[in-house]
T-cell receptor, first 113, second 115 residues
């Protein structure tokens, strides 16, 4: 059962544009929502994360928006750069005993120069 | 600080064989988690070890097993390999203690190909 649904599967954006990736979850026990960035040949790396008691978190060009009632969260990449071209995964986890990360299916982002 | 290291980086095996993958966590990290990454199923949690004990297990058959040593290094074993086991196997380490989430740092993975 896929507990975190991610869209779109792929995204092409012009340099300087805004990239938006959306995720929705089902399990209300999730209480931490990280986003990972993965380049080819590398493992995923934490980009930014949010807890559900916060509606928005910004770090540089990256912003997470969180809607607890809708059980949705999204990643916005402002001023997208070719170096941002990578696969992005949203994820969710409970901080209790079940600490496994549940990942979305991934979004392959291509930023055109 | 050195990152998470995984060995070997690439591995080719044939059906029916078994394989052991190794993961060395970041110094001071006591939790090691394993994930399988495939184009079709994405990233799926295999299991987590903390202080030499399996703390959580994902929905994988018993052919997949692991262990953790006293120095927090971990190994993952897959017996009776099947073609569908071809994947990138990722190891992630974290501090692991307490009730709150500790960031997981991923290694580069071991690319396993089963022929």
């Amino acid at each position: 059962q896929q507990q975190v649904k991610q869209s779109p599967q792929s995204l092409i954006v012009q340099k300087g544009g805004i990239s938006i990736i959306n995720c929705a979850y089902e399990n209300t026990a999730f209480d931490y929502f990280p986003w990972y960035q993965q380049f080819p040949g590398k493992g995923p790396a934490l980009l930014i994360a949010i807890r559900p008691d916060v509606s928005e978190k910004k770090e540089g060009r990256f912003t997470i928006s969180f809607n607890k009632s809708a059980k949705q969260f999204s990643l916005h990449i402002m001023d997208s750069q070719p170096g941002d071209s990578a696969t992005y995964f949203c994820a969710a986890i409970t901080s209790g005993s079940a600490r496994q990360l549940t990942f979305g299916s991934g979004t392959q982002l291509t930023v055109l120069p | 600080k050195a990152g998470v290291t995984q060995t070997p980086r690439y591995l080719i095996k044939t059906r029916g064989q078994q394989v052991t993958l190794s993961c060395s966590p970041i110094s001071g990290h006591r939790s090691v988690s394993w994930y399988q990454q495939t184009p079709g199923q994405g990233l799926q949690f295999l299991f987590e070890y903390f202080s030499e004990t399996q703390r959580n297990k994902g929905n994988f058959p018993g052919r997949f097993s692991g262990r953790q040593f006293s120095n927090s290094r971990s190994e993952m074993n897959v017996s009776t390999l099947e073609l569908g086991d071809s994947a990138l196997y990722l190891c992630a380490s974290s501090l692991g203690g307490g009730g709150t989430y500790n960031e997981q740092f991923f290694g580069p993975g071991t690319r396993l190909t089963v022929l």
